[in-house]
């Protein structure tokens, strides 16, 4: 069996992991460019994939920093929170940097004997691969951007959202951080997500673009909304542009879509990487399947995915805008609207179970 990844992110690299565990050849044909140093990037995994990565031989329990709870907050009551989820002993989340995380893959993916590294050095190879798709039994493609996408991936459900994610890194005076703060400013969701003792992760995702906003008047405001930690500085701050994109047709042929090229959405509940290793879980369970009866990999593999996942990943997707969109409005109108809301939910253990689940397993709780 041999698959073909087109891609050089973690998602790909996830991929790459847990195919060749099951000793399937990988060829990873990556892009020549230069690289995204995302120095300030961090990610949230939940604790059902966290056990998954593990489970799949991807060790990232030294590298990550476990969260026991999420407290939200608004703009009008930012020193108390509306609500909160988890506990003191059990973990809901853990942090990862990015860098570290990338790292720690391609470690492993150059001591697999299973797993090849290429890199696309021209456009032409993109017709090759179509010319020569028979090598391989399925085709995996991450990128949005390249030639397959524009010619056979380009019916998207797009939104931009006008917005700029800011990110950075804090370092602080030592402290218990194992609680992440989700501040819902009127600029937009502002995260404080814990590294470790004395390092925590900012993600501030700033509302109209259009607006120039400096990177000093962000760390102003980072600052103003801090109410835990005692800062003693700024990384660097990263910037990106937010957009949600989820694709409409998941698979042509033998190629697959994967990653953030099937489904983008908006960073406010650190949820983009998780719906991707979910669709791996569930990827991987259909080519078990197929192994375990001694079947070829082809493409009712790819048929079987797409009626598995498609409307579950559209659902999510429109959970996360909806929270971003209550959010927006409700900051128009004084938050009086998540006061009342928030008011009743903390006190009903049944929503808070349920969407406690939801963020850990997404809509698919048996995986």
Known sequence: MNVCLIGNGISTLILANVLANRNIKVSIYEEVGPKKKLVTRTLGISKNNFDYLLKEKINIKRKSWPINKIKIFNEIENSKEILNFGSKSDKVLYIIKYKDFINLLYKNIKKNKFVKQYKIKNSSFFNSIL????????????????????????????????????????????????????????????AFLPCSNNKTSIVFSVLDQNNIISDHKIKELILNYNRK???????????????????????????????????????????????????IKILLKLIDFRINLGLPLDNSILVDFQNKTKHYNYIFSNAIDFIHEFFKFDNNFGNLYSKKLFNFLETNSLFKKYTTKFADKGIFFNY
């Open 131 to 190: 010319k020569e798709e028979d090598n391989y039994d399925l085709i995996i493609n991450f990128n949005e951007k390249n030639k397959i996408s524009k010619k056979f991936f380009f019916k998207r459900n797009e939104k931009d959202y006008n917005s700029l994610a800011f990110t950075s890194l804090i370092d602080h005076e030592k402290c218990d951080n194992n609680i992440a703060h989700q501040i819902f400013t009127k600029f937009g969701p502002l």
């Open 229 to 279: 930690y005692k800062i003693k500085s700024f990384t660097k701050l990263e910037k990106f542009k937010l957009k949600s994109s989820v694709l409409k047709n998941y698979y042509y042929k033998k190629i697959l879509c994967f990653g953030d090229n099937l489904h983008k959405i908006h960073p406010l509940a650190g949820q983009g990487l998780n719906m991707t290793i979910r669709d």
